[in-house]
């Protein structure tokens, strides 16, 4: 019972996903291909959204759902890093066809290549626990 609200969540993020074809490998190669707007506006969207809610966290001091302040921290100055995981991040998806979120709504709508892709994710996100306390954060 306690995990519904995440079940419920993530059954409409996969609903919006699906009805924004956000999740469609071929709206994801259009977007590397410059073919198309599409996922630029779903992006683009977000971000701005993103900047809102961040605008109006600070503005107003909201707290999270357990009463906790909301803390923002300075920007690290070093751009490379950024560029270095960017690129990591931008690669995989461009290779793959999805990020974490649509792979997941992939492999429901019944596309099973995904799974390895979304296996591939798993042994990277431990590899990276693995090895974070020796790379330059």
């Not at 707007?37 to 999270?64: C, E, P, Q, S, W």
């Not at 596309?111 to 979304?118: C, P, Q, R």
């Amino acid at each position: 019972m306690k995990l519904l609200k995440f079940l419920v969540l993530g059954t409409l993020f996969g609903i919006v996903m699906a009805k924004s074809e956000a999740f469609s490998w071929f709206r994801i190669q259009e977007m590397f291909r410059f073919q198309a707007f599409h996922m630029y506006g779903i992006i683009g969207t977000a971000v701005t959204l993103g900047v809102i809610g961040v605008a109006l966290i600070k503005k107003y001091n909201l707290r999270d759902v357990k009463g906790n302040p909301i803390l923002f921290y300075p920007k690290d100055k070093s751009t490379m890093r950024y560029l270095i995981g960017g690129t990591i991040f931008g690669l995989g998806w461009a290779l793959s066809g999805a990020c974490p979120g649509p792979m997941v709504v992939n492999i429901g709508y019944g596309y099973i290549a995904m799974i390895v892709v979304f296996l591939f994710a798993i042994v990277g996100t431990y590899l990276y626990g693995a090895i974070k306390d020796k790379l330059p954060h």
